[in-house]
Structures are given as structure tokens and as C-alpha cells.
T-cell receptor
Framework: DAKTTQPPSMDCAEGRAANLPCNHS???????VYWYRQIHSQGPQYIIHGLKNNETNEMASLIITEDRKSSTLILPHATLRDTAVYYCIVRVTDFNAGNNRKLIWGLGTSLAVNP | NAGVTQTPKFQVLKTGQSMTLQCAQD?????MSWYRQDPGMGLRLIHY???????DQGEVPNGYNVSRSTTEDFPLRLLSAAPSQTSVYFC????????????????FGPGTRLTVL
């Protein structure tokens, strides 16, 4: 089962910040939080990831609470091209298979950016 | 670089037929994986590989076989197609390290839309 909870849908006005929440209350100490997005049935696209500290790159910012039980992805100036399904994922490490890693995907948040 | 390519883009099969979904990457990535995506469900991992000659099962491996004879290619074989295998299939690749604390971005292909009648 997925270890994250996200709202099924959100709206955002073009040019405004989009704040997408994610709950991962059962996350363990060495699990990372990752964000991907999927635009109109294309293959998912990596956005950002983090462990404890806030992270920022050219696409977005990731704010992780101090207890690490939730996080927020921020798109600072949303555009129409940001309309997509956004997935918040935690990484599970399968120790039975050495250092192989698996991601568990939930249903994501469908973000609609409106003109 | 072409990135991750998948063929075919669309496929219709009859129950019981077999076929191979092709996946190739030109980024010299060690790690490759196959997912399926169904309406109302997240992506589910079918099989993955951490390098040539090494494969392992994901969450939903039944009915699928994989092999990894080269770094570039990771084909997915449906042995005897069933309507329950109607789905969109995505292949992904990334660099792979043995460092548990590291992560490498996964690059996804455009997907193969498979219908089994």
C-alpha cells in the first residue's frame, strides 16, 4: 500500500503559487520523499526529493516538516503547463534484495492551473 | 540522447496471445524497471533490474517475464495475455548506486497502451 496521502485534486490560478500537500505520517528515518508529475498520460517526470531539509531547484521547492510527517511541494508561479497529476512518494529499500530500491506510488493530486 | 524509448505505442491483443514490449535507453543507466498504470491506481512496479544479467520481481510480477542481456535493453514479455493486463506500461531507467542514502532521478519512457480483448 502507498505510504502517502494527497488530496485528489486542487485548483490554482495562473501566476500564483501552487502548494501541494502530502501526508507521510509513517515515514521512517532513512526514507526520502520524492515528487514526480505526469502530464496528460505522458511518462512521469521527476521534480524534486528531500530527506529532512527544505530543498529548492529550478522547478519547485519542497518543504518538509520538522517531524517529517508531512511535506509541501511549492510551484512558485504556476503556469498552464503545470497542469498535471503530482505524485508524492516515499522510497522503500528492499533489504532482502541488497540495495535495490522501490518506489511506492499513490494516486497523486490532479492540479488544474486556470487562466 | 533519445532517452528512454518504448515500442510499440499501442497494441491490441487477444486473450492467450504473447508479445514483448520493448524498452531501450541510451544513457548507460544500470537501473531499469517496468510499471503498469491502471485507472484509479498508482503506478505499480512489475519487474526491475539493477544491471545486465540481474532482474528481480516488483509488486505485480505474475504473468510477466523480463531479461536484461544488455545495459541498454529491458524487454517485458507477456506470456499469455489476459484482459486483466489491459493497462498502460511505462519503462524507466536511472543510475544506480549502492549508497542507501542516495537517489537518482528516474527517467520514464512515453508508455505503451495495451488492450487485451
Amino acid at each position: 500500500d502507498a505510504k502517502t496521502t494527497q488530496p485528489p485534486s486542487m485548483d490554482c490560478a495562473e501566476g500564483r503559487a501552487a502548494n501541494l500537500p502530502c501526508n507521510h505520517s509513517t515515514i521512517s528515518g532513512n526514507e526520502y520523499v520524492y515528487w514526480y508529475r505526469q502530464i496528460h498520460s505522458q511518462g512521469p517526470q521527476y521534480i524534486i526529493h528531500g530527506l529532512k531539509n527544505n530543498e529548492t531547484n529550478e522547478m519547485a521547492s519542497l518543504i518538509i516538516t520538522e517531524d517529517r510527517k508531512s511535506s509541501t511541494l511549492i510551484l512558485p508561479h504556476a503556469t498552464l503547463r503545470d497542469t498535471a497529476v503530482y505524485y508524492c512518494i516515499v522510497r522503500v529499500t528492499d533489504f532482502n534484495a541488497g540495495n535495490n530500491r522501490k518506489l511506492i506510488w499513490g494516486l497523486g493530486t490532479s492540479l488544474a492551473v486556470n487562466p | 540522447n533519445a532517452g528512454v524509448t518504448q515500442t510499440p505505442k499501442f497494441q491490441v491483443l487477444k486473450t492467450g496471445q504473447s508479445m514483448t514490449l520493448q524498452c531501450a535507453q541510451d544513457m548507460n543507466h544500470e537501473y531499469m524497471s517496468w510499471y503498469r498504470q491502471d485507472p484509479g491506481m498508482g503506478l505499480r512496479l512489475i519487474h526491475y533490474s539493477v544491471g545486465a544479467g540481474i532482474t528481480d520481481q516488483g509488486e505485480v510480477p505474475n504473468g510477466y517475464n523480463v531479461s536484461r542481456s544488455t545495459t541498454e535493453d529491458f524487454p517485458l514479455r507477456l506470456l499469455s495475455a489476459a484482459p486483466s493486463q489491459t493497462s498502460v506500461y511505462f519503462c524507466a531507467s536511472s543510475y544506480s548506486t549502492l549508497d542507501l542514502k542516495s537517489y537518482n532521478e528516474q527517467f520514464f519512457g512515453p508508455g505503451t497502451r495495451l488492450t487485451v480483448l
